[in-house]
T-cell receptor, first 112, second 114 residues
Framework: QKEVEQDPGPLSVPEGAIVSLNCTYSNSAFQYFMWYRQYSRKGPELLMYTYSSGNKEDGRFTAQVDKSSKYISLFIRDSQPSDSATYLC????????????WGLGTSLAVNP | DVKVTQSSRYLVKRTGEKVFLECVQDMDHENMFWYRQDPGLGLRLIYFSYDVKMKEKGDIPEGYSVSREKKERFSLILESASTNQTSMYLC?????????????FGSGTQLSVL
């Protein structure tokens, strides 16, 4: 079993829809959680960063962490065609182990 | 604007060739990383470096080596390229300390080994 599971999609939604992207994980020691966005033929870019549990909002994006369920989510409100990309989750434990564990990414297409 | 620059976008090499992939960052970051990205396998860490002349193996270092002679430059070397090293190679950098997981990536090098 992989430490981080992420549905690869593809996910196709109409413009303006609310999008929910998710990752589950098995290691309860993970404390730092990230969402990266990767456009086609580009490197990933950091979108959201959260520590431990709770929500974090940035514009149309909300990152949610539920440590009791070992589940993280990224919500995109009022989705735009420019949001079409692959979204990767990543996480790591606290302490000196700095290794990031990555999900495989979910491909999202927002149709005008 | 922060920048991680990889020397080539596309590269085609022959089996057995020695291949150099170069990466330069202009953000004075302490940490630099080399990943490869393959469909169905995701991002896998090859090597990373937390300081000049320092290097540590990632998850898949076999067949690769690295060099970091200057803070801004991190090179990935394929000593004898093989077809199973055909992949997208991504370089990344980050600040040291607690925020090292906030990675800045280059645009990648798509390497084909024939």
């Amino acid at each position: 079993q992989k430490e981080v599971e992420q549905d690869p999609g593809p996910l196709s939604v109409p413009e303006g829809a609310i999008v929910s992207l998710n990752c589950t994980y098995s290691n309860s020691a993970f404390q730092y959680f990230m969402w990266y966005r990767q456009y086609s033929r580009k490197g990933p870019e950091l979108l959201m960063y959260t520590y431990s549990s709770g929500n974090k909002e940035d514009g149309r994006f909300t990152a949610q962490v539920d440590k009791s369920s070992k589940y993280i989510s990224l919500f995109i409100r009022d989705s735009q065609p420019s949001d079409s990309a692959t979204y990767l989750c990543a996480m790591r434990r606290a302490g000196n182990n700095r290794k990031l564990i990555w999900g495989l990414g979910t491909s999202l297409a927002v149709n005008p | 604007d922060v920048k991680v620059t990889q020397s080539s976008r596309y590269l085609v090499k022959r089996t057995g060739e020695k291949v150099f992939l170069e990466c330069v960052q202009d953000m004075d970051h302490e940490n630099m990383f080399w990943y490869r990205q393959d469909p169905g396998l995701g991002l896998r860490l090859i090597y990373f470096s937390y300081d000049v002349k320092m290097k540590e193996k990632g998850d898949i270092p076999e067949g690769y080596s690295v060099s970091r002679e200057k803070k801004e430059r991190f090179s990935l070397i394929l000593e004898s390229a093989s077809t199973n090293q055909t992949s997208m190679y991504l370089c990344a950098s980050s600040f040291g300390g607690a925020y090292n997981e906030k990675l800045f990536f280059g645009s990648g090098t798509q390497l084909s080994v024939l």
